[in-house]
């Protein structure tokens, strides 16, 4: 986010104080190409929902995709009034974090289906997964006012409980440790699951699917509930959480353009700055005088056209001021500066 460059307010102090502090637009450039493309695709006029029918042409059928098409388009663009600006914001973060989530479920308040952004620091899986499918446990981060929580407990979704206000190592290789920086993951450990009894009455170890929300404040749980369908003799979960990568990574989250060309972006800052910054000493240049010479309104900048008087006793102004050899700005940097931002573009 910091190479955005949606921060520049930013003093800077080094190399001088004053200094530039502009953000080259390569990494936002790059990023808001994707985000406007992927939503012109993603996102059609008529609706994203396109049926097919599998096997042999028939009319009945054709008909009855035509009407799921048509309904869950209308769904999609008129009832689900939160989609199109969920959608939107995924697609900006998508490409600068290389994983984004969605989160699709039907809300009991509003009434009707609901599709949610998810960032991906938001959403916890366990170390050694590779897909949502098969994921064995999934940890939804979710920010709720502590008002919106009672209204759930008041309505029996939650269980009532009062409400606190917020105030072991594993040894891996060199590569294993690298891989893990790269994909932002980190080892923890499992703990019991619910599991499965048999006819008996017995624990079968095999583990269930169950949602349980816990209150991050007191460690409490506010409702334990059954996450796959009661007639459903294998007891498969009920997925709610898609997954979108922008390219595929080492593990479970994918690469964006900050993992691919963050150190373009980084360079081509670091060399914008320094030409603007030596544009700016050649045009205000810096040196040394001797303690003996006078000049009016020394620390005033000299304006345009402006001679101003100075006093240089035993000797010539020219001997009594010696200006720092600053250099224009380098072609070379300038040159190199229009070889990263090309290559950045053409990735």
Known sequence: LKYLGMKFDEQRSEPFEGASNVTHPLLGEAVTTFQAQAYKELLPSNGPVKTQVIGLYDSIKETQAQRVQDFMNYQIVHVMEEFDEELDQMLFYLPLA????????????????VSKFIAPEDLIVPYYTTDLESCQRITHVIKMSENDVKKLQASGFYRMLDLKNSQGENQFSEIKEEINKLSGMQPTYDSDDLEDINEEGDLTGIKL???????????????????????????????????????????FYGFGLTHMIGGLSKASTSILRQLIDAGTLANLPAGFKTRGIRIRDEDTPIQPGEFRDVDAPGGSLRESIQPLPFKEPSSTLLSLLGLLVDSGQKF
């Open 98 to 113: 290389g994983s984004a989530f969605k989160k699709v479920y039907y809300d009991d308040n509003l009434d009707r289906a």
């Open 209 to 251: 699917p169950y949602i349980v929300t816990i209150d991050s404040n007191n460690q409490e749980i506010l409702s334990i509930r059954r996450n796959y369908k009661e007639e459903d003799t294998l007891k498969n979960k009920i997925e709610y959480f898609v997954h979108f990568k922008f390219l595929p990574g080492l593990g």
